[in-house]
């Protein structure tokens, strides 16, 4: 008997034993385990289709257990209060049937509940034995997290969820796990940094300088110290910013932020050298949390982009990346260095992961429309000759100085406005994202030609002169150069200037040339914040550039035919004219003699037209007032832009 039960109980250990080793637990890193099943409502749930989501969160749990349900309950309570949060959650239980319907009608739960009956799901991930286990999918449906039991466990789980949606930039939603875990244990000081860092991204500097210095007052000292040397940094106080992170050197040495810190600082003075080696120093550190341990392999990398060692750079972004899946900066930084080797299609494969980690980040989306042009510009045959062709003949009118003459005799009527835009001068300090400057001209130009108003040269034009007359950035930055590109390129204007990179955004200094006068039209400074939507900055810098334009070069013609209904005049979508161009009618004053000196006097409006068609070469337009009836011949001038 007692032989019976001792061979009876070594089964069953055996068994579990076997169960554990047939069914192991996944590891961080590791692709997921696909399963699919069919929720409450016989929906089918495919984890396979979820690849293109950054994020999922599985979350196996035991109806008739409160322990088990306390994280979801939480997380439920999130996703109902943040409804734009990005917050996959799928519930997945081996419950039985009475006590999921109970669970739902009293909570009403947000997410999908799915039922494991064959327990697929949970055999895959180990999840049967220790409830609740939460598995966090990261981008490409990679295991990023995985952790077993309610409790202390539920903490971590959260706290590891308000990391990770930090890394996703979803600051709301961060701080409100943060701060949900920071009722479970208020000792938890890294959990109170990422609320303290959240506040910071936002922009909310009084609140992030609240937490960091409460934080700095007690326990967690070193990392409140850290906190509130990353707020200095940002709100440009280098001087207090390098106090404090001396102070945190010496009382713990081995954390690897306030190195970061001190790079970006240094970097910022033009000391690049003391920078990089600043980030090589923050890349060998141990302590810290992990999304700032990518941001030194980032910075790092970016400096040996920048030196033109693509390989280096590469690797250290790939160990960004490791560290932080959602780092979508490292990610199109990456696709930028295969951009600069011309290899085009690694480069948008790249860009392409970048948008599925954050749809709305202009830079990897203007990068990854760049490199597919380059793709099909590669396949089109037809078009690389024209293109190869206009860039030997623009390259040897360049060597030889020879600027193309204007066949318009007329000197009134205006010519199509061209403008084109060299490379922009980064300066100051090493923003996180590479191509910056070039996601500006890019998205800039787009803006000018679609408004009609002003033809802004090809970049792939213009890019591929430079390679032909092997004219670098730095030797774009003389203006005498420019003005070259700008003459042989039949352009009116030519867009110059420098980006200042700051802590809060950039500063952009625009200088437009005039070709022909070589005198300096119009400068133009914005600044550019690194929290407001790109396109707003863009559309406010457009809008700046096109009533210089108006202002400076309005639009002349001729009355061609008059009536009381139709004036037709001679500049259409050629010259920049839209629906809605208004015009002034001018009549010439004769000249006043004084002195012996004959005086031009300003000419008199007469009538003001409005355009409401529009052909290639001519335009027709109503009268909207007049104080004499319009004839052939008269002058006709584009109305200013009121502010």
């Known amino acids: 008997?007692?032989?019976?039960?001792?061979?009876?109980?070594?089964?069953?250990?055996?068994?579990?034993?076997?169960?554990?080793?047939?069914?192991?637990?996944?590891?961080?890193?590791?692709?997921?385990?696909?399963?699919?099943?069919?929720?409450?409502?016989?929906?089918?749930?495919?984890?396979?289709?979820?690849?293109?989501?950054?994020?999922?969160?599985?979350?196996?749990?035991?109806?008739?257990?409160?322990?088990?349900?306390?994280?979801?309950?939480?997380?439920?309570?999130?996703?109902?209060?943040?409804?734009?949060?990005?917050?996959?959650?799928?519930?997945?239980?081996?419950?039985?049937?009475?006590?999921?319907?109970?669970?739902?009608?009293?909570?009403?739960?947000?997410?999908?509940?799915?039922?494991?009956?064959?327990?697929?799901?949970?055999?895959?991930?180990?999840?049967?034995?220790?409830?609740?286990?939460?598995?966090?999918?990261?981008?490409?449906?990679?295991?990023?997290?995985?952790?077993?039991?309610?409790?202390?466990?539920?903490?971590?789980?959260?706290s590891r969820l308000a990391e990770r949606k930090l890394m996703q930039k979803e600051t709301a939603i961060a701080a409100a796990i943060s701060q949900s875990v920071e009722k479970m244990d208020p000792d938890n000081y890294d959990n109170k940094a990422i609320k303290g860092y959240a506040a910071l991204k936002e922009g909310n500097i009084e609140d992030a300088t609240t937490i960091f210095s409460s934080l700095s007052k007690g326990k967690g000292r070193v990392i409140g110290l850290e906190g509130l040397a990353a707020v200095y940094t940002e709100t440009g106080n280098t001087k207090k910013a390098l106090e404090l992170i001396n102070?945190?050197?010496?009382?713990?040495?081995?954390?690897?932020?306030?190195?970061?810190?001190?790079?970006?600082?240094?970097?910022?003075?033009?000391?690049?050298?003391?920078?990089?080696?600043?980030?090589?120093?923050?890349?060998?550190?141990?302590?810290?949390?992990?999304?700032?341990?990518?941001?030194?392999?980032?910075?790092?990398?970016?400096?040996?982009?920048?030196?033109?060692?693509?390989?280096?750079?590469?690797?250290?972004?790939?160990?960004?990346?490791?560290?932080d899946p959602y780092y979508v900066e490292a990610t199109s930084n990456k696709g930028v260095t295969y951009e600069k080797e011309g290899k085009w299609d690694s480069a948008l494969d790249i860009y392409k992961k970048a948008q599925m980690l954050n749809k709305s980040d202009v830079i990897a989306s203007v990068l990854a429309k760049k490199a597919e042009e380059m793709l099909t510009f590669q396949k089109d045959m037809e078009n690389r000759k024209r293109v190869d062709a206009l860039v030997k003949d623009l390259a040897e009118r360049f060597r030889k100085q020879k600027k193309e003459k204007s066949k318009n005799d007329d000197e009134w009527t205006s010519r199509p406005l061209i403008l084109t835009f060299v490379d922009l001068q980064e300066k100051g300090g090493l923003a996180e994202a590479d191509g910056y400057a070039m996601v500006i001209l890019s998205k800039l130009s787009e803006l000018l030609n679609s408004s009609g108003r002003v033809q802004v040269v090809e970049r792939m034009v213009m890019n591929r002169l430079l390679e032909e007359l092997n004219i670098g950035s730095s030797e774009l930055s003389d203006q005498d150069t420019a003005l070259k590109i700008g003459n042989v390129l039949a352009a009116k204007l030519i867009g110059t200037g420098s980006l200042l990179q700051m802590p809060k955004g950039a500063l952009l200094n625009m200088r437009l040339i005039d070709t022909e006068t070589t005198a300096l039209a119009k400068v133009i400074t914005e600044e550019i914040a690194a929290r407001t939507p790109l396109e707003k900055d863009l559309n406010r810098l457009n809008r700046d550039i096109l009533k210089s334009v108006i202002d400076l070069y309005p639009i002349k013609g001729f009355v061609v035919q008059a009536d009381e209904s139709r004036i037709m005049i001679n500049v259409g979508e050629k010259q920049g004219v839209v629906l809605g161009t208004t015009f002034n009618a001018l009549e010439e004053k004769p000249p006043v003699e004084y002195k012996g000196k004959l005086l031009k006097s300003a000419p008199l409006e007469i009538a003001e037209i409005k355009v409401v068609q529009v052909e290639p070469d001519f335009s027709y337009a109503e009268v909207v007032n007049k104080k004499r009836a319009l004839k052939q011949d008269d002058k006709v001038q584009e109305k200013r832009m009121v502010n």
């Open 247 to 323: 102070e945190v050197e010496k009382i713990a040495p081995d954390r690897s932020y306030v190195n970061v810190l001190k790079g970006n600082i240094l970097y910022s003075q033009n000391k690049k050298e003391e920078a990089t080696a600043q980030f090589q120093k923050a890349t060998t550190k141990k302590e810290g949390a992990t999304y700032q341990k990518s941001v030194a392999l980032n910075q790092l990398g970016r400096v040996y982009a920048n030196r033109a060692e693509y390989e280096k750079a590469r690797k250290l972004y790939d160990q960004a990346i490791e560290l």
């Open 1 to 158: 008997m007692k032989r019976h039960i001792k061979r009876s109980i070594i089964y069953f250990i055996f068994t579990i034993l076997l169960a554990h080793v047939a069914f192991a637990a996944p590891n961080p890193g590791e692709p997921a385990p696909l399963f699919s099943l069919k929720g409450v409502n016989a929906k089918v749930f495919d984890l396979k289709k979820m690849e293109t989501q950054p994020m999922v969160v599985l979350y196996f749990f035991d109806a008739d257990s409160r322990p088990s349900l306390d994280g979801l309950v939480m997380l439920d309570g999130l996703a109902k209060k943040y409804k734009n949060a990005n917050l996959n959650v799928w519930g997945i239980t081996l419950s039985k049937q009475a006590s999921i319907d109970i669970f739902i009608k009293n909570n009403k739960p947000v997410f999908p509940i799915l039922m494991d009956d064959a327990s697929r799901a949970s055999d895959l991930y180990d999840a049967k034995m220790i409830l609740p286990t939460v598995c966090i999918i990261g981008p490409e449906l990679k295991i990023i997290d995985y952790m077993q039991g309610g409790g202390k466990s539920t903490e971590i789980m959260l």
